[in-house]
Structures are given as structure tokens and as C-alpha cells.
RNA sequence: CGGGGUGUAGCGUAGCCCGGUUAUCGCGCCACGUUUGGGACGUGGAGGCCGCAGGUUCGAAUCCUGCCACCCCGACCA
């Protein structure tokens, strides 16, 4: 608790770890790679979950479950989308334990116990639910199809990353089917605006919609869009996904419906996901050397209040003030927590909540009683006021929006001065090593260059940006012709 | 799987080269007292198969052998 926090990212490991969003790592080294999420940060989880539930359901969406275990046939039905996971599959291939004779009271697997056929634990589930499709549908009155699963995923990484690459990870994963492809696109369209609008408006992280070049898009695609992050140490996160799926899966799993015409036709498919990916986003975009930094829309505790007394008498006429003002702010929606613990100091509460992110901290003590005032300290600028008692609520309500919106801002601000057009290779090259953050530059649109880039330079061109102005151009690399200019940035 | 490094209390560590009292220190934890407007202080206390197994030695955290685990860098990636 005593250490010195830094808001540069290579080092939030070592406390996120510790407090802020209480996560860990698993010890056992058989699970090394997964995560624990503690309740404070399952409760900045919850909330996320909530807002996008609700948009999803606005949109149309229903929820719905589907197995962990996707048999391997059924996984290989789509071939690009196997090819593209397989590398990274836990996959489980007996159902039994037994008495290992050799070693009393431990346990060894059955061998007797083999499955006939392996079952992958779900890297995503596109195979499981298109092969649950073909069931539901057979008319174009039975479309549009619009799925969302909240569920976990398995994916055995080489190298895990606390929040950003865990080995499982809690996610929210739709698969919607269509009668046509324009509506297909528009859905895949939508879905990233969704999530443009919720990173944005809710967590207040700026993102840059895009769409991604043929060798970074998702295994089975036939196009994936993006939101694209900026952290604050310049390297970029893929904060979010919506692909474009074509007919592969409908053809895969023959998934077919009579038109009004009469005629079969493979229907048209999309997926998109975020993840608990969108918590480190979180913490890499907003803390400081205090802690976590919560935009008020996200905070579980919107406001925390202190109390600072002596005796229990003390207490309790602050107590009673307390009340008062927590039945106020809650009639406004906005939550509160009394931090009336008497095992800490007001001192070491005031650091807990920095660090757990809290956006706003109300103190009172006797001197305040006396005077008819509070003390309010906002977590986003670090500083404080002091406030009359019958002018806290509209302060408190208004500060909601005002810290919301000073979060937004000042993570903008620091990404659109981090978008950098280079002309060179060179600008390129030193822009990347002494600037970081987004490269806006020509590219001559072939997979050869975009890796020859990457082998240089390690930096990915991260997207095409949606609203990026359409200009020719020479290629940074090869000089050769460029349609228009793409982002490159380092990336988690 | 390649290259480097590290395993000592819940966490972070000293000691190891050069073997020798009861394994060091800080944080945290427990008790009591004084404290309480920015991470309190004092006193007392609990907590260790020094990664595991073998070897050398009168004696091993320390030397030797084998094994295991983890971390960092690279290949893979929401």
C-alpha cells in the first residue's frame, strides 16, 4: 500500500496485482496465465456488462448460452476459423480420474476413460452456434437471427497478460445471421459503433473505428472492424471487434432458409466481442501514480464519504449529517458509501480510494459541523473544496458529468497528439522509437510490405480508419502507390 | 521451443563467491496503550521443510549433481 504507484504501463502489473482492480494471476502453475478477478474489479465488470446488456437488447439482441465443449468436428467445419485457433486450444480428451496404483493418494487419468472424440474448450464459438443455427433456421421469416452470449473463453496463449492476454477471459460474444448481405454489413457496422459509443460515452476511452488489413483480420472473416486504443505509454489496444463473416459459417455448417422467392439461400453472418480486455484499457488510459482513475458513469462507489471524529459521540452527529446527505444523492442516482470503518484512519481511506479509483471523496468532521460545510476532493484532478452543506448535491451532480467529461478529454487530447503522418520511412522509424502512439502513413496495400514493416520496426498497421481521409499517396516502404493512408502503432 | 535470470515467512528481500552461534531487514499480520482534517506511534508477539531430491562434510541456505517451478526477452495473440 505504501509504494509508489507509476502510470507507465510496462509496470501496472506489479499493482493492479496488488489493489486497484484486485486482480491476480492464478498461483497454481497449472492455471498460470488465468485470472482472478476480485470483487471490486467483478463490480467494475458488472457495470460494464450492464450498460452494453442494455444496448445490446436495444439493438434488438437476445441473450442466450451455448457449451463450453465444442466437439472437434465441429470445429474444424470452418476451415480458415480452425486453422486460426487451433494453435491455441485446450482441449480435453478424457472423462474419468482413477487411483494411480503407483502412487498412493494421488489421482492419475483413466486411460480406459478416452473420449471417442476430442472436445475443444470454446477459443470462441462460432462453430457450436452455427452448428445450433442450422436448427433455427429454415424460413427468411426466421431472420434476422440476433445472438449474444456472455460466456468464457480459453485461448492457450504463449505469453499471458494480466487483463490484456489471459489465458481464459470473461467476454460477451454475438453471432447474428441475415437474408442479405448489406444488412449483414450494416449489423457488423453497428456493433462497432456500439462499442465506439460505450468505450466512449461510458468508460471515456477515445477509440478509432477502422477496419483491419487482410492479414489481421479474424480467422473467417471476410472483414473485421475495430476500435482501436491509445494507452498512455503510445502503444495502441484493439479494444473491441465486429466482423463481417460472409457466408463462410452458413456454408460450413449449411446453414440455409427459403427466400420469399422460394429459392435456398445461405444466410449472411456476423460476430463481434469485447472482453475483460476492456479493464485494462481502463487502467492503461486513465491512472495516474495514485491508482486507478474511474470515470463516474463506471464507478461502482460514485462517491465515498469519510468520516473524521475522535469520540463516538463525534461519530455520531456526523453520522447523522451522513444520512442526510446520502438519502439526497441517492435520490439522484448517484451511489454513495460510507466509509464508517473504525479499524482505519482517515488518512489510509483517503489512499485506498485513490487508488481504487473512486471519483469523488466527500470528508467531514467536526470543524464541518460547526461550519456547515463538507470537504469534497475529486480524484481525476486531485483537489479539493470545500463545500456548503445545502449546495453539495447540485455540486456533487454536477461534478459527475464535469469529471466524465474532463476524463474524455484528456485521454483525446493525449491520443490526437499521439497521431503522427510521416512521409518517410525514416520520419517513420523515429517517430515510432521517440514519440509512439499512432503512425499515420502510405501503404501500398500488400500483405508483403505489412510484414516487412512489422519485422523492422514491430509496429502493425492497427487499421484502416473509417473516417480517414481518402488521399494518394507513396508508400512509406516501397515507394510504390498508395490508395490512401493507414494507421501503424506498436500494440498489446 | 530458443536466449538470459531467479527460487529464503503473506509480500519484498539480506546472507551464498569465501560452509560454522538462535537465518537478516522492511512491509503486512496479532495484542495492549496512546492516536485520528492525507498512508500514525510505542511496546510486546506470531509466522520459515532457505524450491525438491540426492551427494560431499564433524557441520550445508551457502559447495557438487539431478530435477522442478517461475520471471524477463523472442515466435503466437481479443
Redesign the pocket.
Known amino acids: 500500500?505504501?509504494?509508489k504507484?507509476t502510470s507507465r504501463a510496462?509496470n501496472y502489473?506489479k499493482w493492479y496485482n496488488e489493489l486497484v482492480v484486485e486482480a491476480d494471476?492464478a498461483e497454481n502453475?497449472?492455471v498460470?496465465?488465468c485470472m482472478v478477478i476480485k470483487p471490486y474489479g467483478y463490480a467494475i465488470w458488472e457495470k460494464m456488462q450492464a450498460e452494453l446488456d442494455k444496448k445490446f437488447k436495444e439493438t434488438g439482441h437476445q441473450n442466450a448460452y451455448f457449451p463450453l465443449f465444442v466437439p472437434k468436428s465441429l470445429f474444424e467445419a470452418e476451415e480458415k476459423n480452425a486453422e486460426?485457433f487451433a494453435?491455441?486450444c485446450a482441449v480435453v480428451t478424457h472423462y474419468r480420474l482413477e487411483n494411480d496404483p503407483d502412487k498412493p493418494g494421488k489421482l492419475r487419468v483413466d486411460p480406459n476413460a478416452k473420449l471417442e472424440e476430442e472436445l475443444v474448450v470454446r477459443p470462441t464459438s462460432e462453430a457450436i452456434i452455427w452448428s445450433t443455427f442450422k436448427g433455427w433456421v429454415q424460413s427468411y421469416r426466421d431472420l434476422p437471427l440476433l445472438i449474444n452470449q456472455w460466456a468464457n473463453v480459453v485461448?492457450w496463449?504463449?505469453?499471458?497478460r494480466l487483463f490484456?492476454?489471459?489465458?481464459e477471459?470473461l467476454?460477451q460474444e454475438g453471432h447474428t445471421a441475415h437474408t442479405t448481405k448489406q444488412e449483414a454489413i450494416a449489423e457488423a457496422e453497428l456493433m462497432n459503433n456500439v462499442y465506439a459509443t460505450f468505450t466512449e460515452d461510458f468508460m471515456a476511452i477515445p477509440v478509432i473505428q477502422g477496419l483491419k488489413t487482410e492479414s489481421?483480420r479474424?480467422a473467417g472473416a471476410d472483414e473485421t472492424y475495430?476500435i482501436e486504443a491509445l494507452m498512455q505509454d503510445g502503444k495502441a489496444l484493439?479494444?473491441g471487434?465486429s466482423h463481417f463473416l460472409g457466408q463462410n459459417f452458413a456454408k460450413a455448417f449449411d446453414v440455409k432458409f427459403t427466400s420469399k422467392e422460394g429459392k435456398q439461400e445461405y444466410v449472411w453472418a456476423t460476430s463481434w466481442?469485447v472482453?475483460?480486455?476492456l479493464m485494462g484499457a481502463l487502467i492503461m488510459t486513465h491512472s495516474d501514480d495514485?491508482?486507478l482513475v474511474l470515470p463516474p458513469k463506471l464507478a461502482p462507489n460514485q462517491v465515498v464519504i469519510v468520516p473524521?471524529?475522535?469520540t463516538d459521540e463525534q461519530l455520531e452527529a456526523i453520522t447523522e449529517v451522513v444520512n442526510g446527505i446520502m438519502t439526497e444523492l441517492r435520490s439522484k442516482n448517484i451511489s454513495v458509501k460510507f466509509d464508517n470503518r473504525?479499524t482505519y484512519?482517515?488518512?489510509?481511506k483517503?489512499?485506498?480510494h485513490?487508488?481504487q479509483g473512486v471519483p469523488l471523496?466527500i470528508?467531514?468532521?467536526?470543524?464541518?459541523?460547526e461550519n456547515g460545510t463538507?470537504?469534497l476532493?475529486r480524484r481525476d484532478t486531485?483537489t479539493?473544496e470545500v463545500v456548503a452543506l445545502d449546495t453539495l448535491t447540485d455540486r456533487v451532480e454536477g461534478l459527475m458529468t464535469e469529471i466524465q467529461d474532463t476524463l474524455y478529454k484528456k485521454a483525446l487530447d493525449y491520443r490526437d497528439t499521439h497521431i503522427t503522418e510521416v512521409e518517410t520511412f525514416d520520419e517513420f522509424k523515429k517517430v515510432l522509437e521517440e514519440k509512439g502512439g499512432f503512425i499515420s502513413a502510405h501503404w501500398d496495400g500488400t500483405a508483403e510490405t505489412e510484414d516487412k514493416i512489422k519485422e523492422i520496426t514491430?509496429a502493425t498497421i492497427r487499421c484502416l480508419p473509417l473516417d480517414g481521409k481518402i488521399e494518394k499517396g507513396i508508400c512509406v516502404l516501397t515507394g510504390r502507390e498508395s490508395a490512401r493512408r493507414v494507421l501503424f502503432a506498436k500494440a498489446?
Open positions: 500500500m505504501s509504494k504507484l510496462e502489473s494471476l502453475s497449472a498460470r496465465g486460426g494453435k491455441e485461448r496463449e504463449m505469453r499471458t490484456l492476454r489471459t489465458a477471459f467476454w489481421e479474424f475495430c484493439q479494444a471487434t466481442g472482453s475483460t480486455r495514485h491508482g473524521i471524529y475522535k473504525d484512519r482517515p488518512g489510509a483517503f489512499a485506498q485513490e487508488l471523496r470528508a467531514i468532521g467536526s470543524r464541518d459541523l463538507v470537504e476532493a486531485l479539493k514491430k498489446y
